[in-house]
C-alpha cells in the first residue's frame, strides 16, 4: 500500500466520521422540535428514543455477521448514506407511522455505520503502526459540533425540520458517495484467516473483551450525563439562567474536540494505559467538582474536565479491543471485537441518562453524579488492559505484513 493510498484512505475515513457525528448531533438536538411535529406524547418520547439505541445495537450484532463475507468498506459506503436518507425523512414524514419507521431506519444503520467505522479505523490505524484513533473520533466531535450549531440556526431561525435536513443532505450525501471511493480495507491476512491461518475471529471470546466492554459502557454512561443532565443541572441545582445552562455542553464538546484531536500524539509518547489512566482520574475529578460545587463557575469547570478526560476512552477501547481481536483471530477477529464492543456504546448511552434521572428523584442530583464518577474511576484499574495498544505496532516486518490491502485481494 503506498503512502498516498494510506493517506487518502485516512481522510475519507475521518470525513465519515465527521458526517456521522452531523447527522447524529442534528437528530438529537432537534428532539423537542421532531415531538412537536409528530404530536408525540411526553409519556411515548422516551420509547422512540430508546428505540435507536436498541436497534442500533442490533445493526452492530448484524454488522459482525456481514463482515465474514464482505469488507466493512462496502458496509460503510452504504449504511452512511441510509443515514443521511432516514435523517431527512425524519424531517419530512407526514405522520407517526413513517417517523417511527425513519428512526427505525436510523437506528439499524447507525449500528452497521458505527460498526464500519471503527473496524476501519483499528485496521487502518494497525497500518500506520502508530495512534491515530483518536484523530477520527475528533472529526467526529467536530461534526457534532457543526451539527448542533446547524440545529441551532434551525432552531433560531423557526425552520421547518425538512428546510433544516434537506441541504444538509444534500451537500453530504453525494460528498460522502465520492469519498468511500477511498476507503482501505488494510488487513494483515486473507478474509477468515488470522495469524498463522487460524479461523475467523469467532473464537474471541466475551470474557477477553469484558474489561473494554465495562469501560466502553462507564464511558458512556459519563457522556450521557453530560448530555442530558448538564443543562438541568446548572439551572435547577447551581441557579444559572436558562442561557447559561446551555454553555456546559458546548464546553465539554469544544473540550473532547481538542483532547482527541491532541490525544494521539500523547498516546505515542506515553502508551494508551497512561492515557486511559489520566483519562478517566481527569473525568472523575470532574464529576467530583461538578458534585461539590458551590456556584456556577466551578460547575462549568468540572463540565470542562469531564471533556477533556472523557474523549480519550472510547477510541482507545475500541483501538485496544481491535488489538486483541487480531491477537486471536487475525483481520476477521479484529472486526468482530470491534462490533461487540460497539453495542456496550449503545448500552452506555440506554443507562447513562435514566439512572441520573432515578438517582437524583430519590435523592440528589449532586449525589447522581458522584455514580458516573465511580464508574469512570472502575476504569482505572482496567488501564493495564489497553497495554500495547496505540504504540508502535511490531516490528517492520509485522507492518509490512499489515500493509496488504483489502479481503481476498479486494481492493477500492
Not at 411535529?37 to 442500533?56: H, M, Q
Not at 447551581?238 to 482527541?260: C, D, F, I
Not at 505515542?268 to 497512561?274: I, N, T, W, Y
Amino acid at each position: 500500500m503506498t503512502d498516498t493510498r494510506m493517506r487518502q484512505g485516512r481522510a475519507a475515513l475521518a470525513f465519515s466520521f465527521l458526517v456521522q457525528g452531523v447527522a447524529f448531533a442534528l437528530l438529537v438536538t432537534r428532539i423537542p422540535a421532531i415531538q412537536d411535529r409528530y404530536g408525540i406524547s411526553d409519556a411515548l418520547l422516551p420509547a422512540f428514543l430508546a428505540a435507536v439505541p436498541v436497534l442500533a445495537g442490533v445493526g452492530s450484532v448484524v454488522t459482525e455477521r456481514v463482515v465474514r463475507r464482505v469488507a466493512p468498506s462496502l458496509v460503510l459506503r452504504w449504511a452512511q448514506p441510509v443515514v443521511l436518507l432516514a435523517l431527512l425523512a425524519v424531517g419530512v414524514g407526514q405522520g407517526m407511522i413513517q417517523v417511527a419507521l425513519a428512526l427505525a431506519v436510523f437506528g439499524l444503520a447507525v449500528g452497521a455505520l458505527d460498526a464500519s467505522m471503527n473496524m476501519l479505523g483499528v485496521s487502518l490505524q494497525r497500518v500506520y503502526g502508530r495512534s491515530i484513533m483518536l484523530g477520527f473520533h475528533a472529526a467526529y466531535s467536530l461534526g457534532g459540533i457543526a451539527g448542533a450549531s446547524l440545529a441551532w440556526l434551525g432552531a433560531h431561525g423557526g425552520w421547518a425540520l425538512g428546510v433544516s435536513y434537506a441541504p444538509v443532505v444534500g451537500v453530504l450525501l453525494p460528498l460522502a458517495l465520492v469519498g468511500s471511493r477511498w476507503y482501505v480495507d488494510a488487513a494483515a491476512a486473507p478474509l477468515g484467516e488470522g495469524p498463522g491461518g487460524v479461523a475467523s475471529g469467532r473464537g474471541v471470546a466475551f470474557a477477553v473483551l469484558l474489561p473494554f466492554c465495562l469501560v466502553m459502557s462507564f464511558a458512556y454512561i459519563g457522556d450521557s450525563t453530560v448530555s442530558n443532565w448538564s443543562a438541568k443541572y446548572l439551572q435547577d441545582v447551581l441557579g444559572s439562567s436558562e442561557q447559561t445552562a446551555t454553555v456546559p455542553y458546548n464546553v465539554y464538546m469544544v473540550m473532547t474536540l481538542l483532547g482527541r484531536t491532541l490525544g494521539d500524539l500523547g498516546v505515542r509518547r506515553f502508551g494508551a494505559a497512561a492515557v486511559v489512566r489520566a483519562g478517566a482520574v481527569l473525568a472523575a475529578a470532574g464529576f467530583a467538582l461538578v458534585a461539590g460545587a458551590p456556584g456556577v463557575a466551578a460547575g462549568m469547570a468540572g463540565f470542562t474536565l469531564l471533556g477533556l478526560g472523557l474523549c480519550v476512552l472510547v477510541p482507545q477501547t475500541f483501538a485496544a479491543a481491535g488489538r486483541i481481536g487480531f491477537e486471536k483471530g487475525g483481520p476477521a477477529g479484529s472486526d468482530a471485537a470491534v462490533a461487540r464492543l460497539n453495542v456496550f456504546n449503545y448500552v452506555g448511552f440506554l443507562v447513562g441518562s435514566p439512572l441520573v434521572g432515578v438517582i437524583g428523584d430519590a435523592w440528589s442530583y449532586r449525589g447522581a453524579m458522584l455514580v458516573p464518577m465511580v464508574l469512570v474511576l472502575v476504569t482505572v484499574g482496567y488501564a493495564r488492559s489497553f497495554e500495547g495498544t496505540g504504540g508502535r505496532y511490531g516490528d517492520g516486518h509485522e507492518r509490512a505484513r499489515a500493509a496488504d490491502v483489502g479481503r481476498d485481494g479486494h481492493r477500492l
